[in-house]
């Protein structure tokens, strides 16, 4: 009896699409079904419960994984870990394909931010616990899967399928068609949905990035030996919270943020800075009430001893996915002169 079994293959979507499309034309050439982690958007929870339902179904799981760590859900963990995770959990045979670390790879594919490396490296050690290849290029990746899928048959084999001619009646046939088609219709459905809510979604960024630019606040510092504030030209939001967001990748307090607001946008170093709040306590505060309100930091949740009553805070998910752009933006500039052309502007 000739069986067919379905492979549900993940990874970060940009940056290995055609490495994971080798992957699928390699499980197709076997002969069997590859459920693509493409067909799917883990947004939200709807979404996220038919790509459960999948491999839930599946009777293998591939991941394939380089240098990013890709987009992470509320609670910090990747869209890819939280599928491979699931997958383990329903005891589904895992092979993992992690990128040999001699082998080269863009620099733009590549995860520089600390905390994001540090989850990339946890999820690497996670997947080398099971079955775990390393490849160098595509047709290494390619020629690895084949294999490591034979051997996985042979001696892990799972419940697959089978034509419904070899063992199934009219009945079983009928039921066949009727998911067939309800497939058919679910893939047609998400890939609309998928569509329209990255469309969305880019509406959302660039509606905030518009808001951020648009709104002005003042700057006012404290030196040392002053008896006074100074003032200092308004600044914007967006340039506020692209000076501290890369800051905000951990935890920091409003005392400190003051401190490097005074220092980088107020041009008055730290050793000629007032001991305490070289800028205003209540801007401070009100710069991130106005970046909480559009979803952009959080108050950090993090344990601290009792004594400790400073206030802390932190980017959100959303905060770092718009820090991501903005930056991706500035690396993706043709050389020194467009970098410097795209970065904002004194004020801005």
């Not at 620099?107 to 050690?125: A, G, H, R, W, Y």
Request: proline share 5%; glycine share 4%; charged share 25%.
């Amino acid at each position: 009896m000739t069986r067919k079994y379905q492979i549900f293959v993940s990874s970060t979507y940009t940056d290995l699409k055609e490495d994971r499309d080798l992957v699928i034309k390699a499980i197709l050439e076997m002969g069997h079904i590859p459920v693509g982690m493409e067909m799917f958007s883990a947004a939200d929870e709807e979404q996220w419960s038919v790509i459960r339902r999948n491999i839930e179904q599946t009777d293998y799981y591939v991941v394939v994984v380089a240098n990013r760590y890709g987009s992470v859900t509320d609670s910090g963990i990747s869209y890819t870990e939280k599928e491979y995770d699931y997958a383990v959990a329903q005891g589904i045979p895992t092979l993992g394909f992690v990128l040999d670390p001699t082998s080269s790879w863009p620099s733009n594919f590549t995860d520089t931010i600390p905390n994001q490396v540090s989850s990339l490296n946890l999820f690497k050690e996670k997947i080398k616990k099971k079955h775990v290849s390393f490849w160098k290029n595509r047709d290494d990746l390619y020629g690895k899967c084949s294999i490591a899928l034979s051997k996985a048959f042979t001696t892990n084999p799972r419940e697959g399928w089978v034509r419904s001619s070899q063992v199934a009646d009219a009945r079983t046939t009928a039921e066949l068609t009727r998911l067939s088609s309800e497939n058919s219709e679910l893939r047609q459905r998400l890939s609309k949905l998928n569509v329209a809510e990255k469309a969305e979604e880019e509406e959302e960024y660039d509606k905030v990035l518009m808001t951020l630019r648009n709104n002005m606040r003042p700057l006012s510092v404290w030196a040392k030996d002053a008896s006074a504030w100074e003032e200092r030209p308004d600044v914007s939001l967006f340039r506020l919270f692209y000076v501290l967001a890369p800051e905000m990748l951990i935890d920091k307090s409003t005392e400190q943020m003051a401190g490097f607001i005074a220092a980088v946008l107020g041009k008055l170093p730290g050793p000629e800075q007032r001991a305490i709040w070289p800028v205003p306590s209540n801007n401070v505060k009100e710069w991130m009430a106005d970046l909480s309100t559009l979803g952009l930091v959080t108050p950090s949740t993090r344990k601290r001893p009792l004594t400790d009553s400073t206030e802390y805070w932190t980017l959100t998910a959303k905060g770092k996915e718009l820090l991501a752009r903005i930056r991706r933006k500035l690396l993706e500039a043709s050389g020194p002169a467009s970098y410097s052309s795209a970065q904002p502007e004194k004020g801005s």
